[in-house]
């Protein structure tokens, strides 16, 4: 089955999820999954636009939100694990950007922002720190609807990178997923670490790292065609990361969840309900 029939024949809340990866505006993704089933990718692409067609300036925001700042190789980890793939390959030309251009892209991200109420959105791949940099400075005196435009028009830009992305890597779902609720807040937890991890012995071996996109789900913790054996698992969530971004105390700075496949043809979701002071875990489906 090819990526689109694929991505045809999801529910509705994981073709959410996974539109959610391309562009963080719920209004946006909910459109895109009520437009299915999509022919090819120029009428995903139409599709795309479309569904931009229907969005406010909340709306806009919602996907500026979700995307870190130009430069900010330690945000992407930690505040975005579910994307932070593709940023990181999207903000390629920030890798060998000397010091004097990351801090003066530090320095107007932070002048932007005050001035425009968002994050500064440049659809980085191909550009080098410096170009980056000078787009910046180049619409610091726009006026803010107009600026508004220009954001949006990079954000579709982006969105098309990732769409073509999302085909690409077939949304594959491995054997073992997880979803993260915050009960705190009654929703779900976005930007939540994932360490998956087998026993051998007295050992844990690593088999792969994620984080939960905007939808709380983390569906690739194992790597394309990796199979499950028989064997006791475990799962990590970095709740200490999520909490300190949001300023909250938490009395569990990282929950492990221990549990044992014992038929590994199976699929097993393994949902974590999660507080600052305590959390439960079931085997879902």
Known sequence: MDALKRLDALPPEQATSAFLRCCGSRRWAQAMERGRP????????????????????????????????????????????????WSASEQGG???????????????????????????IVCATGKTAAEMLALLRERLPNAPAAELEIAAAEQRKITAIRLEKLLAE???????????????LGRPASGVAVRLERREGSSWIELGRGGTDVDGRCRNLLAEGAKLQPAVYRLSFDSAAYFGARGVPTFYPEVSVVFEV????????????LSPFGYSTYRGS
């Open 38 to 85: 999509y022919a090819d990718g120029p009428s995903l692409l139409a599709g795309a636009e479309r569904a931009f067609a229907l969005l406010a300036r909340e709306d806009w925001l919602d996907a500026f939100s979700h995307h870190p700042r130009i430069g900010d190789r330690g945000s992407l980890a930690a505040r975005f694990p579910a994307t932070a793939g």
């Open 94 to 120: 920030v890798r060998d950007a000397g010091e004097d251009v990351l801090d003066a892209l530090l320095r107007g991200n932070r002048e932007y922002e005050a001035h425009f109420g968002h994050v500064f």
């Open 170 to 184: 077939g949304l594959r779902m491995s054997g073992i997923t997880t979803h993260v609720l915050d009960t705190s």
């Open 262 to 273: 014992r038929e590994p043809a199976q699929h097993h979701h393994v949902p974590l309900l």
